[in-house]
């Protein structure tokens, strides 16, 4: 008998407290809606800014550390920058490129064990047209520095392979691209253009089209060099400014009047 009783109050029992739950629900979420919102309206939004914060402390220790290194090489450095996104670049002359070198990975409180990447810049208004720029990385400290020195055409630059070897790849596409010359490089080859290929691309002064076309010659079945033929000459189009097609409006001044502001009925 009280079994049966059990069997007959147990669903009666759960279906109350499901209603009961169900109902106190939609009160919860209203008084947690409710809280929001009048947090909401109280509280000013929290506004990120997109601009990197300029880090005072971090640019006065690159600017110690500069000139601590400009203080132990002084034959050497010739000008020291710290620049706006926190970057410092030491500038030296062309004969200190292995001491320098030597000097920023082995020193105890530099350590640029890290070779990132070497940039050649081609300026041929300059003198020394040619900017090489070796970009290294110091994993104990945490931090990148630029060092940057300059030659001509002519005069060759020593190569970095004794302290990064490797600075290897990177020296010989600057080789390919601007014809610096790196002494006692181990294996200083074009590593970009072909074998045979004249001139180097990245000089300002390579013509944009080149001096021959390759291409694929399906009745030889091999690639073949032939002398450039342009269907077109060049065009020389004025873009200082996209929205400028057709005839500037700069040059119709006289030719149309100006008007006034008509005054605002009252």
């Known amino acids: 008998?009280?079994?049966?009783?059990?069997?007959?109050?147990?669903?009666?029992?759960?279906?109350?407290?499901?209603?009961?739950?169900?109902?106190?629900?939609?009160?919860?979420?209203?008084?947690?809606?409710?809280?929001?919102?009048?947090?909401?309206?109280?509280?000013?939004?929290?506004?990120?800014?997109?601009?990197?914060?300029?880090?005072?402390?971090?640019?006065?220790?690159?600017?110690?550390?500069?000139?601590?290194?400009?203080?132990?090489?002084?034959?050497?450095?010739?000008?020291?920058?710290?620049?706006?996104?926190?970057?410092?670049?030491?500038?030296?002359?062309?004969?200190?490129?292995?001491?320098?070198?030597?000097?920023?990975?082995?020193?105890?409180?530099?350590?640029?064990?890290?070779?990132?990447?070497?940039?050649?810049?081609?300026?041929?208004?300059?003198?020394?047209?040619?900017?090489?720029?070796?970009?290294?990385?110091s994993i104990q400290f945490n931090s990148r520095i630029r060092v940057k020195t300059y030659t001509d055409e002519l005069t060759p630059i020593e190569s970095a392979c004794s302290v990064y070897p490797g600075a290897n790849w990177y020296e010989r596409e600057i080789w390919d691209m601007f014809g610096v010359f790196f002494a006692n490089h181990p294996d200083l080859r074009r590593i970009l253009t072909d074998y045979g290929f004249e001139g180097h691309p990245f000089r300002k002064d390579f013509p944009l089209s080149g001096y021959v076309e390759v291409r694929y010659d399906d009745e030889v079945k091999r690639v073949v060099v032939e002398p450039l033929e342009l269907a077109q000459e060049f065009r020389k189009f004025e873009a200082n400014t996209p929205w400028e097609t057709f005839p500037s409006h700069r040059q119709l001044e006289g030719k149309y009047q100006k008007t006034t502001k008509p005054e605002e009925k009252k």
């Open 1 to 137: 008998m009280a079994s049966r009783i059990c069997q007959f109050m147990r669903p009666l029992a759960y279906s109350v407290s499901r209603k009961n739950v169900l109902n106190s629900i939609p009160i919860v979420y209203h008084k947690f809606q409710v809280r929001n919102n009048s947090g909401a309206a109280t509280a000013a939004p929290t506004k990120y800014s997109t601009i990197a914060t300029r880090n005072e402390a971090f640019r006065q220790h690159l600017t110690h550390f500069g000139a601590y290194v400009a203080e132990c090489l002084p034959k050497y450095v010739q000008k020291v920058d710290v620049y706006h996104h926190d970057e410092l670049e030491i500038m030296i002359h062309p004969d200190g490129v292995i001491p320098v070198l030597t000097f920023i990975k082995d020193h105890t409180n530099a350590q640029f064990m890290n070779i990132v990447d070497i940039a050649g810049v081609d300026k041929p208004s300059l003198e020394n047209r040619f900017e090489i720029v070796y970009m290294l990385q």
